[in-house]
Structure formats: structure tokens, C-alpha cells
């Protein structure tokens, strides 16, 4: 099939931001997609799912493609992320290993089992034609299934596109990082009064997304608004909903609040956000050392160097954060100056006591925030 005239059938159906990871099969679309659309390359499958949940969020309508070997570091976001939020993406994914089809030994099981495991997440899916006039119908099916806010594969075998030559990327060559590093001692605050200063600088512009666990319970306590995602699941995915929201939303202020846990398990998520380098995108680190949800087990984060790694990866601006006042002359200026900035507050483990679950589902916080988008208003 002719790969430029299926990607300009999926562009006129409103599919023009692409993101995912490459593989042979999927490459000349891959290819389209990076020469002729909005296209994001994340490190891993799962990244990719989470950055095109952040663009649907803005307003449009995501693919993501894969090769199925990738479908299993994509299930989290998948089960706990576009199931739960009920977000819907255009997905394709490809078929290594297919059953009776020589291929590479890794390829193997999953060739037998990528389907099933689609079933078995109840993402609708089909296999894609190679006959231009079928797989535009498909594509009308794709779209009745996404308006129903469910996920659509195509599952696609070899040789289903036609070459696509890539034309020349230009490399984005990473500025001088500013770094501050740690000078003093630390405050220790508790996370509750971290997110009652980020909180408290919050206005119709701001968007705030708080990764999952505590975090997100204790800032929906502090105040409700239709500018705060509160996350479920998908542990270490939320800097890559705030990267694909802030590439497509660039008008408002995107203000990612991480947890030590989160961020280690997803940490090439880092890489991805420097080098797209959204200057409206601000990411808090609040650190306590502890997987405080579970239980207070304790994370590596101690032997990790936030502010280097964030810098090496491009991030502008690269801040340790003693206190809630320099958090907040912090945040104040970033607002002022925007430049993708990382902040790394230490707080002391430990939540609030009583705390309450949030009583407003989570696909109703998905589809507040969106309309919060649209309108550019947060009012109760």
C-alpha cells in the first residue's frame, strides 16, 4: 500500500501527532510520520502511550506505533492509564514472530500470543489491509471505536507499506545547561505543604499533574480544580503525559509533580523531555527516599544526582531546592522566564493522616481537564 496516501487518509481523519519506538516493519510509516507530521520518539513503548494520552488531553487525536515486542512494556499505561482515564489513541503495532513466518527467536512467543494479549486488555484491534480502499475503511472503523474513548490497534504484518525515504533530521543540539546543586541544608517539609506552595501559585493558565499515589490524593485534599490530573496507576508515566500535553498545548503552564519512586522506574523519560525541550513544561522531583504508598520501602534515590542527570539530558535549568521558599521563587520565576525546568525538593516521608481517595472518578478528571483546555476556565 501506498504509505504517504494512507498517512494523508489517517492526517485528513485528524491523526497528525505520531509518537512511538521504531521497528522495521512499521518504518516506512514511521518515516511519513516524521516527514510530514507532529512526530515524538520516546524511549520505550509505555512512554509513547502516556505522551499521546498527554496530547488527547490538548485536544488531539494520538497515534502510536510499536512492534509487538514492545506491546508488553506498554501494558501498564494501557490497563491502568487509557483504560481507567478511558483515553482513547490510535495504535499500530506490529506482527514479528507471526506464526509460520520465519523470524528472529525473540520474536517467537510473542508473534503467538500479540492478539490475545490485545483481547485480553480489551483494546479492539484489527489486521491491517494492504488495499488502500479497504484500509480506509478500516480507519473509519478505527475512528467509531476512539469516539466511544476505547484505544483501536491495527495489527500490521510485513510488507504492508510501500518505501517511504526519510528526508534528513536535524539534530537538536542540547545549550548550556543551568545547574544549581545542592548548597545547604535541608528543610525537610512534609509533601502536604510542598503541594499547598505549588497549589497556592496555581491560576487559570496552569495546569497541574500529579504522578500517582499520595501525591495525587494529598493535592486533591488541598484543593479540587479542574486544572489538577490526579493519576492511577502507570507508575514513572506522568513527566511524558506532561511532555506530550505541553507540546500541545503550548499556551498554558504545565507543572509535573514527581515522586523518587515514579521517576527512577521510567527514567529514560528524562532524555525524551530534554530533548524536545517544551520551555511551558516545569518538573517537580518532591524526593523522600520512600515508596511512601506502599509503605515506606525505601527507593535508590539517595545515590542518584537528579540535577546532573536532568542537565546531561537538556533540560535548561537544573534546581535543587532547599526549602518551600525557594520553591516557590522557583516556580514564581520559571513562570516568568519559561525554560524547561527540573526542581529537586527533598521532604520527609510520611502523609497525611485520614487521608481521603478522590471522589470524582477518574475518567470525570480526564474529561474536566480537557474541557479546562477548551475553555480556559477552572471554575467548580
Known sequence: MDTKQFGEELKQSGFAFYTGVPCSF????INYAINDCEYVGATNEGDALAIASGAYLAGKHPVVLMQNSGLANAVSPLVSLNYTFR???????S???????PDEPQHELMGQITTRLLDLMEVSWAYLSSDIAEAKDQIQQAIQVIQQNRPFFFVVKKGIFQEEILRTQELKPASNPFKQRKNASDQLPRRYEALATIQSLTDNN????ATTGKTGRELYEIKDIAGNFYMVGSMGCISSIGLGLALSKKDKDIIVIDGDGALLMRMGSLATNGYYNPPNMLHILLDNNAHDSTGGQKTVSDNIDFIEITAACGYTKSIYVHNLEQLKSSIMEWKKEKNLTFLH??????????LARPHIKPYEVKDRLRLFLKSGTSSQ
Not at 512499521?26 to 510509516?29: A, G, I, R, V
Not at 483515553?87 to 503495532?93: D, K
Not at 506482527?95 to 513466518?101: D, S, V
Not at 496552569?206 to 499533574?209: E, I
Open 26 to 29: 512499521l518504518k516506512n510509516l
Open 87 to 93: 483515553i482513547p489513541l490510535l495504535g499500530f503495532v
Open 95 to 101: 506482527l514479528r514472530g507471526e506464526p509460520g513466518i
Open 206 to 209: 496552569t495546569v497541574q499533574l
Open 345 to 354: 525538593l527533598k521532604i520527609s516521608p510520611g502523609s497525611k493522616k485520614d
